[in-house]
């Protein structure tokens, strides 16, 4: 079922326009946050492999320090740019934005990247990563866990989730 939800798509807008901005800054700044991003980056793999998804998955749960958007900037949902998560730290919807980011960079293509949000048991909400395999296999990357997520995934309740390539949200039907 397809619904426009104008605000967070263009939310996603805004961020790939602010990612496109800092490319520059992520390749070039002596920072030395980004100096060992970039470092760690050469190491990763190309292409489509699920290697690639776990490293990714693992390098930024382990690179980003969690902050939540108050303690970031007293307001109560921001979507940061790459180069400030890193530097600052972020929340599950950063996390999820940097990791979508590396992959596609990596080569893997923007249909097969989703922004999946939903309730966690806890009753929080949530945002992870949703990455579909060419193989028809699809995984969830979270930052609260180095472990992939089968998709699905009993450990909450996913709501929507978009693209990069996607016009409107997608609203997912509980199971």
């Not at 104008?6 to 790939?16: D, N």
């Not at 070039?28 to 990763?44: F, K, T």
């Not at 990791?99 to 929080?124: F, M």
Request: proline share 5%; charged share 25%.
């Amino acid at each position: 079922m397809r619904r426009a939800a104008p605000k967070v798509e263009a939310r996603l807008r805004r961020w790939s326009d602010l990612a496109r901005r800092e490319a520059a800054t992520l390749a070039s700044s002596d920072h030395p946050v980004l100096v060992r991003w970039r470092r760690n980056l050469a190491a990763l793999p190309s292409g489509r492999s699920d290697g690639l998804v776990r490293q990714v998955n693992l390098l930024v749960n382990c690179d980003v320090r969690y902050r939540s958007d108050w303690d970031h900037g007293h307001v109560r949902d921001k979507w940061y740019g790459p180069v400030e998560t890193l530097a600052e730290g972020g929340d599950c919807e950063d996390y999820a934005l940097l990791k979508g980011l590396l992959l596609h960079n990596r080569g893997w293509p923007d249909q097969a990247l989703h922004l999946v949000a939903g309730i966690l048991a806890t009753g929080e909400g949530h945002m992870m990563l949703g990455v579909d395999y060419a193989d028809g296999r699809q995984v969830l990357l979270d930052n609260l866990t180095p472990r992939l997520h089968a998709r699905p995934f009993g450990g909450w309740t996913p709501k929507y989730q978009i693209g990069a390539h996607q016009q409107t949200l997608v609203y997912i039907k509980a199971f």
